[in-house]
Structure formats: structure tokens, C-alpha cells
């Protein structure tokens, strides 16, 4: 079998309905991070039947940024490549946020909290405060979990709370 390539600036599209695809791309890796991919996801839908030009689509606004594998949700179905722009937008903006206490249901609200920019050392805060209330969710999550937030807007897996 031929080993599925990406790169950065690729841009993928994702059937979110039966009549609607919405659109990511990939923007860099994330070395604190496992040497993840890091996406920018795009709020704006499309008619499932739409080829949309892709200049026009990396200009559309940003929903949410997540860390993930593209070449698995290729392998898997969950999306498609359909081209590459080499702009990928700034990323020096991008935070992330990440609590030691993920993965145990038992805790609602954590005060274990690091937050970091892409390819940046992690902070510990502790209790996640100010600016970073509204960091993105830092772990690598499946490509399940993307097709998810693109047509909910958030994931459906259990992540402790901030307050």
C-alpha cells in the first residue's frame, strides 16, 4: 500500500451532512506537541456540490484551530485533500490549553492547567484565567472528533471544565 503524504498547506474537505462540506488546512507542526499536525479549521459551509476556488476558501474566517493526524482521516474517509496553498495564515496567536487531569470523569473542573503557543514551551497556570480561557483545546484528537466540531461546533469527548 502507498504511504498517504501530506504537507503543509494542504487543504482538505469535510462532508459534514448530506448536503454540506465545510473545509481545513493544514498549517504547521506542533513539536510541543507530539510533532502533531496543527489545522485551521473554516466556519463557512458549502453546498456538498460546490468547488469552491481555494484562495477563496483560506480567506474565509477561522473557526478553531486543533492539533490531529490528517493523514489517518485521509486513510480513513473522514476527509479529502483538494489542494495546497502555501499562505497559512499567522500562528503566532495560536494558544493552546491542556489539563493534567483529562481523561479522569470523576474531575468537572480542573485547576491543573498548560497552556502554549505552537512549538513554545508550556506554562503552568494552575486555574485557567484571562486570555487563556479562550485557548483551543491542545490534545491530538481524532479524526472523528474534527467531522464532529465542524458540523456541532464542539466535541462531544469528556474534558474537564475551567470553572
Avoid at 466556519?43 to 489517518?72: G, Q, R, S
Avoid at 486513510?75 to 483538494?82: A, L, M
Amino acid at each position: 500500500m502507498k504511504r498517504l503524504r501530506t504537507q503543509i498547506g494542504d487543504i482538505f474537505s469535510v462532508k459534514i451532512d448530506e448536503h454540506h462540506k465545510k473545509y481545513f488546512q493544514y498549517i504547521i507542526n506542533d513539536l510541543t506537541q507530539l510533532n502533531s499536525d496543527v489545522i485551521r479549521a473554516f466556519k463557512c459551509a458549502y453546498n456538498i456540490n460546490d468547488k469552491p476556488e481555494l484562495w477563496d476558501l483560506i480567506k474565509n474566517e477561522v473557526d478553531f484551530y486543533a492539533h490531529c493526524v490528517t493523514d489517518i482521516g485521509i486513510k480513513y474517509g473522514y476527509w479529502e485533500k483538494v489542494g495546497n496553498k502555501a499562505e497559512v495564515g499567522k500562528i503566532n496567536h495560536i494558544l493552546f490549553r491542556s489539563s493534567r487531569d483529562s481523561g479522569n470523569p470523576a474531575i468537572k473542573v480542573s485547576h491543573n492547567w498548560w497552556v502554549w503557543k505552537i512549538n513554545e514551551e508550556q506554562k503552568y497556570l494552575g486555574k485557567l484565567r484571562d486570555k487563556y480561557i479562550s485557548a483551543e483545546i491542545g490534545i491530538v484528537v481524532t479524526p472523528e472528533d474534527i467531522v464532529t466540531r465542524l458540523r456541532t461546533g464542539k466535541y462531544d469527548f469528556v474534558y474537564p471544565d475551567f470553572e
